[in-house]
């Protein structure tokens, strides 16, 4: 009986758990977003078969899974792919047999049908595919280099789908463990250390690797072809990390030894960088790889680190703007090991935590290594830069809601990268530089190898800080409402005391039809004079509409700055008879105080309370400077004036000669070729002279200075090469611009033939800025059509077009050039580009019926076009700003 009864008590038991598995099966729809919860990524083992000479590559995923509840299907990414054959195991290694269907092409959404209801539990998912090697620079992708072909990733954003089925979102993260089969003669290598070799049939072998830490799918990387490995310097042990850590370069075939000066700097980057996070490099090695070809600047992949290869190819006739651009990139890629990697954000709102906090630490970074670069100045240029966006409508929050894919694409932009950047900098002030450090600290040992939020952060902040929900409040302000603060200052003397009142609103720019009533919670703080002494600074944290502040020994005639060390994210306007006793002192500010200042006659200009007069008279000021960024300040809108209100000869004459008296005489000092031992500032500030005073304000002397060097760097030599390296490194792309638009035909074709033959990268981008220059008609359609040629890298087109557009022909050209050829320019460039396309097309339009026509020739194509429909909106906007501005300015104001 007692057995009988123990058998129907199980029996019944188990009909129940079947009943609640089948009734617990999801009923639902293909996912466009975020994939369901109820099926989890464990692990992943990835077989690739890959053949550089091949057009194809196949491949082997196998995916430990958990299902959380009983299903008879599972949602997944996948797209362009070929799945052949679907299996599961269970447990017990029961096989089962399952169908992969496309679901949403589109957005790459897939589904795995069991074929039966399966109970909640781990199974392994093995699917067999083959792929396309992508065209867009893309998942698994092809380039040549020499006439050379390699293999190269790119997961970053969503494309990890087109190299391999699985869940291609940041917040699953588990370990990976690739193979690769190749052919002999090629090499391979990925994120971690090669743990074992395979001779195989047929001249192949399969190479082995060990498995990864946890890592988001857009983190998984390889590359295929006949790469030159070059040891680097080991990276020593250190308090942080027990062993030594192998450094390696990897470039194409004959490059090997420009990759040394990469190698050689890396070392000190990861040491700074485990100091400051107190965490030592948490993987097996550190590859860096110049990429033939490549959609962005460089990638952060753990182990494998891609980067454009102009960043990594160097040697003594590099461009000084490549040398120091190596080591920026270095430092921020490399700190996103640690931000981005050790800790990633869970889902795409919060990229600003990989992108702006790199941007922070890589200027902390070349600030301790390499403090001649100045990588303070850049960071409050990039805050300056920022602020133009972000005074757009249309602009994006820092912690942007995503609602498709499009959103993802458009979200690698300057208020991810360079406004958030500003907001930590801001923070790290207003709570203190080693109070944030352990802010810092607490938050990636807490989140490591995991998943981590903006809260999570602000809350690792604010409890070492020990500051209250004011604070909180205060920094998510900034997070999750877009727009710039505008502080509007007035000092007055009340009471014996000097008392500045400030009152906040968003800075709009004449012509904009936003709302200005907006409130932040704002750490400002005020250098000011005093009687004796030096000046003292001021702090308060502003976020009511209006606020006031004491300035303890300030007198009624006090001087100050409302931006103390432009360590503020915001701009400001002073009352009039403040701004001009803050004028007249310039000279005693910090030179950071000083761009700040720039900005503010910059950002008065673009709403109106500045004209061109005011202008004209900041910038003979600014142009004194011994810094090279204060300056050039206000170089964009000396560019603007001469673009948009010159109307006569005699305003053309009026802003010619002031750039002439403002800045040949320090060019002409600076001389146009490379002084022994001279300052990378220095051939930095030869280089943006140069190319303003040639191609922008036009002067006959400059121009004829370099077209020198052109005939000579046109000239073949013994091995019927040009003789590019005759002319300055520094000023190449302006030496071709202005030999091109002199010479016409004869040079155009020289550099067209010169494309085909020269490898070297910084070279190709002068080749093809020049080529975009020419003026000529029939020159300047045969340089826009490169963009269409396999001679021009994909990633290239961009230079040539837009260098078209700005030193060239113009934007009518551009425009009526790319109404014919807008298909093959997204064939080529990709769907996921279009985002950037109206802006690259149609940049710097300044009138409503350049609004009007982008609008109407775009908004058929944002269905096909990710991300085109923020891009338009900020294209348009700004060109109906530009309107207004240009509308508002009387000409005559030039020649006051």
Known sequence: MCTTRRFTLAALALSISSFNAAAATPDDVAPLGKLPRWAQPLAYHLDFRVDPQQSAYTGSAAIDIELKQAADHLWLHGQDLKVSKVTLSDSAKKIHAAQYKVAAQKEGVATVEFGKTLPAGRYRMTLEYSAPFNEQLEGVYKVSNQGVPYVITQMEAISARYAFPGFDEPSFKTPFTLSLTVPENQVAVANTQQISEQKLDNGWHKLSFAATKPLPTYLVAFAVGPWDVVDGPQIPATQWRAQATPLRGIAPHGEGPRIKPALAQTPAIITALEDYFGFGYPFDKVDLLAAPDFAAGAMENPGLVTFRDYLMLLDANSPAHNVRSSFNVAAHELAHQ?????????????????????????????????????????????????????????????????????????????????????????????????????????????????????????????????????????MQSFLDQPGVPLIDTALHWENGKAVLH??????????????????????????????????????????????????????????????????????????????????????????????????????????????????????????????????????????????????????????????????????????????????????????????????????????????????????????????????????????????????????????IKALGNTNEPAQRMA??????????????????????????????????????????????????????????????????????????????????????????????????????????????????????????????????
């Open 767 to 896: 080749i093809l800025s020049g080529l975009g220059a020419v003026t000529a008609s029939a020159g300047a359609e045969r340089a826009r059509n490169l963009a269409l040629d396999p001679r021009v890298k994909v990633g290239e087109m961009s230079t040539v077009l837009r260098a078209s557009r700005e030193d060239g022909e113009g934007r009518e050209a551009m425009w009526k050039w790319f109404k014919l050829n807008h298909e093959q320019v997204i064939k080529r460039s990709g769907e996921a580009s279009g985002g950037r396309l109206p802006d690259l097309i149609a940049g710097d339009s300044c009138s409503q019926s350049e609004a009007e026509r982008l609008g109407a020739f775009f908004q058929p194509l944002l269905g096909q076009l990710p991300g085109a429909e923020r891009g338009l909106a900020q294209t348009r906007e700004k060109t109906l700003l530009c309107t207004a501005l240009r509308e508002k300015q009387d000409p005559a104001a030039i020649l006051r």
């Open 338 to 474: 640690w931000f981005g990697d050790t800790v990633t954000m869970p889902w795409w709102d919060d990229l600003w935590l990989n992108e702006a906090f790199a941007t922070w630490m890589q200027a902390k970074i070349t600030q301790q290594l390499h403090p001649e670069y100045r990588a303070d100045l850049a960071l409050i240029g990039g805050a300056n830069s920022a602020m133009q966006s972000d005074s757009l409508v249309s602009v994006r929050k820092i912690r942007q809601p995503i609602t498709g894919n499009g959103d993802i694409e458009t979200a690698f932009d300057g208020i991810t990268y360079e406004k958030g950047a500003a907001v930590l900098n801001m923070f790290e002030r207003y709570l203190g530089a080693d109070t944030f450090r352990q802010g810092v600290r607490a938050y990636v040992k807490q989140h490591q190898f995991s998943s981590a939020t903006a809260d999570d952060l602000v809350a690792a902040l604010a409890k070492a800080s020990g500051k209250d929900q004011r604070f909180a409040k205060a």
């Open 502 to 751: 400030m009152k906040q609103q968003r800075y709009l720019p004449l012509g904009s039809a936003g709302n200005a009533n907006t409130l932040w919670g704002i750490p400002v703080c005020v250098r000011y004079s005093i009687a004796n002494g030096a000046p003292k600074t001021q702090c308060d944290l502003l976020d009511q509409a209006q606020g006031t502040m004491v300035l303890p020994d300030a007198t009624a005639s006090s001087w100050y700055m409302p931006n103390a060390d432009a360590a503020g994210y915001y701009r400001f306007d002073m009352a009039h008879d403040d701004l001009a006793r803050l004028t007249g002192n310039l000279a005693q500010l910090p030179d950071t105080e000083q761009l700040a200042y720039a900005d503010a006659i910059n950002a008065g200009f673009g709403h109106g309370d500045l004209d061109a007069a005011a202008v004209l008279a900041a910038a003979p000021v600014l142009a004194q400077s011994s810094t090279r960024e204060v300056a050039t300040a206000l170089l964009p809108t000396l560019k603007w004036l001469s673009k948009y209100e010159v109307r006569n000869e005699a305003q053309h004459n009026r802003l010619t000669e002031l750039a002439r008296k403002m800045y040949l005489p320090r060019l002409q000092q600076l001389g146009y070729q490379r002084r022994v031992n001279e300052s990378q500032d220095d051939a930095l500030l030869r280089a943006t002279l140069a190319q303003f005073l040639a191609l922008d304000v036009k002067l006959p002397e400059v121009r004829q200075a370099l077209l020198l060097q052109g005939d000579k760097a046109l000239e073949k030599n013994a091995n019927g090469q040009l003789d590019l390296v005759a002319a300055n490194p520094d000023l190449l792309r302006a030496v071709l611009s202005v030999t091109a638009q002199e010479q016409g035909t004869p040079a155009i074709d020289v550099l």
